[in-house]
């Protein structure tokens, strides 16, 4: 069963920009695979698209067995609770510790607070950091930080897990350590789709690599 797909999809904002022209592709359950293509060559609008933060001018996207197209409003959260999403720039809370952080999502879906914690301290685990549930994340290091949003994007056990240029800030060694953890994660089941620009690490990982290159899908291998 495909976890996404798109079927002839064409973003044009107001502006009169083409963000996506006729994009094709599907990305099997349980599949991990990196989206690639330079700046401005609509990898983040294809990630919005699969989010619902926007809508295709025309074409069809799929998240498992649901068509975005015919979701209300309404549902949503329910879709966006099934995806797990890391950004570059971690978007952590600085006036909360690190385990309100990724326990968050959890308090905001209203998840029993102790089967909260436990499933917050699991995440924390996870990506090595329980020992810092009590730090602010500003005393972390940026690696550090990026796996607090790591661990806040799989605290729900996500079915799909995407990630946005999630090792732009990082250097080469801890850019690993991430790529790592994400292929962990898609090991026990989880399908990853990950936007980067950072070739050499995507050829070294050998997964699938989806290329956009002005709106445009012009590689799949």
Request: overall charge positive; charged content about 20%.
């Amino acid at each position: 069963m495909a976890a996404i797909r798109f079927s002839n999809v064409f973003k044009r904002y107001a502006s009169g920009q083409d963000a996506l022209l006729g994009v094709n592709f599907e990305l099997a359950s349980g599949e991990m695979a990196f989206l690639t293509g330079h700046s401005g060559a609509g990898k983040s609008t294809l990630l919005r698209l699969i989010m619902l933060m926007e809508r295709p001018s025309r074409g069809q996207v799929w998240v498992g067995q649901q068509d975005l197209s015919r979701l209300h409003r309404s549902q949503i959260p329910y879709l966006r609770r099934q995806i797990g999403v890391v950004f570059q720039n971690h978007q952590l809370l600085f006036d909360r510790s690190v385990f309100d952080n990724v326990a968050l999502p959890l308090q905001i879906s209203g998840y029993d607070p102790a089967d909260a914690a436990r499933r917050a301290r699991a995440a924390l685990d996870k990506v090595g950091l329980l020992a810092r549930e009590k730090h602010n994340p500003v005393t972390l290091s940026t690696g550090e930080q990026q796996r607090v949003g790591i661990a806040r994007a799989i605290v729900h056990k996500p079915k799909l897990l995407l990630a946005d240029e999630p090792t732009g800030n990082l250097d080469p060694e801890l850019s690993e350590d991430i790529m790592r953890l994400f292929g962990q994660f898609n090991s026990i089941g989880t399908t990853v789709l990950i936007a980067s620009h950072d070739l050499s690490l995507i050829n070294r990982m050998q997964h699938r690599m989806l290329t956009l290159r002005n709106g445009r899908l012009v590689a799949d291998v």
